[in-house]
């Protein structure tokens, strides 16, 4: 590929927002469409008041045509990420959170700030959590030793964010326990 | 049972009385040491110190209250008023040159009656105390009056044991003895401690007074005579007494200090007390069952669950009303629509405004023009109640049993008003909340902007008008959105010619048509005077009125009156396809609760499909009426179930059937949520989800749409054979309906297809049920299941699972119960028995014209906005059962049973078909 180095070892974040397009997500629509047929699959029918489940991407697209409204998922309520905050705040663990938390939630303050009540109160709480995991995530750089690291509940984007580093610094460390070693057998 | 006591002292020792303000939010006390104290009873409050008003400078010996004031009196002669919610002093009423005894205030508290140490009474007018009404007759020093709870008569007592009942509305005029019943109670002096208090029943039929053998008297109304005595209880002369609220039980208190309830149908003591000291007031608690009593030791007792209830199973003393307190005919009366926010607080304003009015009139005839005010007062509210036809007679019955008052189907208040009742500018409600669209109103002082929203936008567009008559009601249907108003005389408008237009502008409908330009047809219509809309509909082929006159005026889309008929007291109205439910109060029920019954009504043909009673569960009103996507009649009451009229269309078959039980699924969930129903598919419910006990209605904007599966209240519901057995019974009365409507509607060939998967469903779940039965090896329920199979392969199927359970006994009977049900049908394969056995045989059937199932969401199956926490998985879960299914019992259709094929497998014994066939 004709990209730099640095920027093909890891995803920009245009291209995970495209990923997380394909996770499904309810809307009801405001016209009345038989089944939508794709080569892969069918999305549909639409039939208002009906819900429908649609990937993110065509929610996005017909919502931007003014076709339908977005009904934003469970979690992405204010109590919700309240409560989520919470258990971020008071556990050293990474709390469980969908894996594209961080772009779902992009998109929708993005194409529907009028179907989110409280959005101000949701963005800051958004925020708050994305700073918690941070500081978290620096925390664990010091924990990097070589051979193994556990990252559970780690969302696509903030993998995202530290592969290049976190990558590069256990091959480093590898490569510097393998001398350690050999030192050893040489002594 | 130890009674349950509160005591505390509350002023000097000597004369003290007690009353309960009308709300029962406080206790006013007053005695012998001039003082006033006001302690709340709410009972965070109730330790608190009570709030001493200082007025008098003698004891006081009487308290009367009212809605909004209270009047004390006493030893110097003067009357003070306070104000009830500020205990400001108001004024000092009267001064008089003797002690007075009691004081009374009227009914509507326009007037106060006086004894004093005089043999006149003397009436004042409240408002203006240069209007006084002497009344004279007897011939000792008065000690007690009390006006009749209807305003009809006063009643007094006098030092000699004398006591006179006077007519306030004489036909002479003025106020005349109408019974004199001389000596009856005991004769004392004016400063004995026996108060002599004569006292109304509160439903105004009788007045006890104490007699002279330590009895109480109870005179009936208009004959005057003695028609009970409540003897054999007191010990020693009877200082006073009180009605409890709703007349049921009478207290009252002796000179040695007893305190005993009587209950009066029994005319016995259900409930005694002896307190230390002579008990000098009483008073009940106007709605719980509470006495308050004083002493001569200036303390005061509250006693709690006066009436023991849960011992004797005895009636509530204040519950249950058979009082007319003025608060509640203004409540009845005033308080017509529910969702229109407004009507009450106009009830009491008309109340004020009579009382005003009274103020006004002269000197010599005040009292008879207040009479009149009185009556007309209740007059005035009495078209507006729901039960018309019978108010002016039986208005005890009505309060009784407060019936239900109109609504429109998915409508909501205004959630800010201001004092008088009316919102806020920019305040907002919902009309209508349907399937179709949303109708909602934007009140803007002046006039009212009304916007008609819709779901699918893609065959109806938006739009909204300005709306001066301020449309009150509203219906949406797929033809057209109709609008109405009632009488109104508030605001003077031009009209179309410029001119002013004084006096009371008509009620009106006002239609209009949805789609396409060429029919934009829209039709106004006027009400004429005294007739008004109660309620609303409108169908695919008509607009339906209920008006106060008691007419359902039915009018075609264009405006076209068709048809008109009697149906009193409506309650709600909703209509689809060419049909109407219509329900009504249907007189009261036998516990004294409201009756209402429903009838479904033909729009088109002019016909009564179907009457029926509409139950509630225990103590719940209607919340919802309305048709499913396939025209099957539902309501939903304020517990949250929803129940379906089932067999709407056979003649004297129909029941309602409970689908959905609102509070349980709320219950199982964890949340505090109820569900506000905006529309029914065929297996969920289309509703707003409301968080909250406090949030009855849906707000701005507007919340999203949530479907939840229906699920009918069977037992054991945690089982999978339950789940099972209750899928099933939905299924097959939601399809039993829907064929149903297809035969009505001629159009069985259309909904061939679709009515003989819904069997083939029902067939697959009734074949898992038959697989458990017989790995639990109860043959006779397979046997019941098996005869409820549609199509004749799944009795074919059943065969097949019973002969792998090891149970030839049980597939023999399946291929007799095979026999008996398909051997006369020709193509039994595609004929299910439902058409041949059921269909054929049974009683005639309402037919309609018009197709009721055209709905485009009368057959979808959309995924449930709840209970999901992964839709796509449980899609595709089903995907690949279904098409194993079908592989599978085609390819086993081939294989009868008992071919040489089968018998491999079965004499194998290691076939794994039923499970998986079946699963």
Redo the contacts between chains.
């Keep these: 590929m004709a990209l730099p180095q640095k920027i093909q070892r890891q995803f920009s974040p245009e291209e995970i927002q495209f990923i997380a397009g394909n996770e499904f997500i309810s809307i009801i629509p405001n016209f009345t469409l038989d089944k939508m047929e794709f080569i892969q699959t069918s999305y549909g029918p639409f039939m208002p008041p009906l819900q429908a489940q649609v990937p993110l991407w065509l929610a996005v697209a017909l919502k931007k045509n003014r076709k339908c409204s977005i009904v934003p998922p469970n979690w992405f309520t204010k109590d919700n990420l309240q409560a989520l905050l919470q258990n971020e705040e008071d556990h050293d663990e990474f709390a469980k959170v969908p894996f594209h938390y961080m772009e779902i939630a992009h998109m929708l303050i993005e194409v529907a700030p009028d179907e989110i009540p409280d959005i101000e109160h949701i963005r800051k709480l958004l925020k708050d959590i994305r700073e918690c995991r941070q500081r978290k995530t620096r925390d664990l750089l010091g924990k990097v030793d070589g051979t193994r690291l556990e990252l559970h509940n780690m969302s696509r984007m903030e993998l995202n964010e530290i592969r290049p580093l976190f990558s590069a610094a256990f091959n480093e460390m590898t490569k510097l326990q393998f001398l350690d070693n050999q030192d050893e057998v040489m002594e | 049972m130890k009674p349950s006591l509160n005591q505390r002292y509350a002023h000097a020792e000597g004369h003290t009385v007690v009353k309960y303000t009308v709300d029962g939010s406080a206790i006013i006390t007053a005695g012998s040491d001039s003082l006033i104290r006001v302690f709340k009873t709410a009972k965070d409050e109730r330790d608190a110190a009570a709030t001493t008003i200082d007025k008098h400078s003698e004891a006081i010996q009487s308290i009367a209250v009212h809605r909004s004031s209270f009047a004390t009196a006493g030893d110097d002669g003067i009357v003070c008023v306070f104000g009830n919610s500020t205990l400001d002093f108001e004024k000092m009423l009267v001064r008089s040159i003797s002690a007075v005894r009691m004081i009374s205030y009227s009914p509507t508290g326009s007037k106060i009656a006086v004894a004093s140490d005089e043999e006149t009474i003397r009436m004042f007018n409240v408002n203006d105390i240069s209007i006084v009404i002497p009344i004279k007759g007897h011939k000792k020093f008065v000690k007690c009056v009390e006006f009749d709870p209807k305003g009809d008569f006063l009643i007094s007592s006098a030092c000699d044991g004398e006591v006179r009942v006077w007519d306030l509305d004489s036909a002479e005029g003025g106020v005349s003895c109408v019974a004199t019943l001389p000596s009856i109670a005991p004769s004392t002096d004016q400063d004995s401690n026996i108060r002599a208090t004569v006292s109304w029943r509160p439903n105004g039929a009788a007045f006890a007074v104490p007699g002279k053998n330590k009895d109480v008297q109870l005179i009936g109304r208009g004959t005057w005579q003695p028609i009970a005595v409540l003897k054999d209880g007191h010990d020693e002369n009877i200082t006073t007494l009180d009605w409890s609220p709703n007349g049921n039980y009478l207290a009252t208190a002796t000179t040695s200090g007893q305190v005993c309830i009587w209950d009066i149908s029994e005319k016995e003591i259900v409930a005694k007390y002896q307190n230390a000291i002579e008990v000098s007031g009483l008073s009940w608690h106007p709605t719980g069952n509470v006495l308050a009593f004083t002493d001569r030791y200036g303390q005061m007792t509250t006693w709690e669950d006066v009436v023991p209830m849960q011992e004797k199973t005895l009636p509530h003393p204040a519950l249950a009303h058979a009082t007319i307190s003025h608060e509640e005919v203004d409540e009845l009366f005033g308080e017509r629509r529910e969702p229109n926010g407004s009507r009450r607080q106009r009830g009491i304003d008309d109340m004020d405004r009579d009382d005003g009015e009274d103020n006004m009139s002269d000197l010599d005839d005040f009292v008879i023009d207040d009479e009149d005010a009185d009556i007309g007062a209740i007059r005035q509210h009495q078209p507006r109640s729901t039960n018309g036809a019978n108010a002016s007679t039986s208005v005890i019955q009505q309060l009784l049993s407060a019936p239900q008052q109109p609504f429109q189907s998915g409508s909501t208040p205004y959630k800010h008003t201001n004092d008088r009742g009316e919102p806020l500018e920019g305040e907002r409600r919902y009309l209508a909340f349907n399937?179709v669209g949303v109708i909602y109103t934007i009140f803007q002082g002046t006039h009212s902007v009304i916007n008609v929203e819709?779901?699918?936008?893609?065959?109806n567009r938006n739009f909204h008008f300005q709306d001066y008559f301020n449309y009150s009601m509203a219906a949406l249907g797929k033809k057209g959105a109709v609008f109405a108003v009632e009488a109104s005389d508030s605001v003077q408008r031009e009209n179309d010619e410029g001119e002013e237009q004084p006096g009371r502008n008509p009620s009106r409908i006002y239609y209009r048509a949805l789609g396409g330009l060429a029919d934009n047809a829209e039709w106004s219509m006027r009400l004429p005077d005294g007739e008004e809309v109660i309620a609303l509909a409108v169908n695919d082929v008509s607009v339906i009125v209920a008006t106060s006159a008691n007419y359902i005026r039915i009018f075609t889309l264009s405006g076209l009156q068709v048809h008109i008929f009697n149906l009193s007291n409506m309650v709600a109205i909703a209509a689809a396809a060419d049909l109407a439910l219509l329900v009504y109060h249907g007189g009261i029920g036998v516990k004294g609760e409201p009756k209402l019954e429903c009838l479904v009504y033909n729009t088109d043909k002019m016909e009564t499909i179907q009457r029926n009673v509409m139950v509630t569960s225990p103590g719940a009103t209607i919340q919802w009426i309305g048709f499913s996507e396939t025209s099957l009649p539902a309501s939903c009451d304020s517990n949250g179930i929803l129940s379906v009229l089932f067999k709407q269309r056979r003649p004297d078959q129909a029941t309602w059937v409970p689908v959905f039980d609102g509070s349980k699924v709320a219950q199982e969930r964890g949340l505090d949520e109820h569900y506000w129903p905006?529309?029914l598919?065929r297996d969920q419910i289309?509703c707003l989800v409301l968080k909250g006990k406090t949030n009855q209605y849906p707000a701005f904007p507007r919340p999203?749409?949530?479907?939840i599966i229906l699920q009918m209240p069977f037992l054991h519901m945690d089982t999978e054979t339950t789940k099972l057995e209750e899928s099933y019974v939905r299924t097959n009365i939601m399809s039993t309906h829907e064929r149903d409507e297809a035969t009505a509607t001629s159009q069985e060939d259309e909904f061939h297809k679709i009515l003989s998967n819904a069997d083939v469903e029902m067939d697959k779940t009734l074949l898992r049920l038959i697989q458990f039965a017989c790995k639990a090896e109860k043959s006779q329920r397979a046997i019941d299941i098996a005869k409820s199979l549609h199509l004749s392969r799944s009795l074919d199927a059943a065969v097949k699972i019973a002969t792998h359970h090891r149970m030839p006994a049980l597939a023999e009977r399946f291929n007799q119960i095979k026999e008996t049900k398909f051997m006369s049908s020709i193509n039994d394969d595609l004929t299910s028995s439902f058409e041949s056995q059921t269909l054929n045989q049974g009683p005639r059937i309402f037919s309609s014209s018009n197709s009721s199932l055209s709905s485009?969401?009368a057959f979808?199956e959309?995924?449930p906005?709840l209970f999901s926490p992964s839709?796509?998985n449980i899609k595709l879960a089903q995907r690949k059962r279904d098409q194993l299914l079908s592989q599978d019992t085609d390819s086993d259709m081939d294989n009868i049973p008992g071919s040489p094929a089968r018998k491999k497998t079965r004499e194998g014994q290691a076939s794994p078909i039923p499970s998986r066939t079946l699963l």
């Design positions: 399937m819709f779901h699918d936008k893609s065959q905006v529309g598919l289309m999203v749409i949530s479907n485009q969401l979808q959309p995924t906005s839709v796509r």
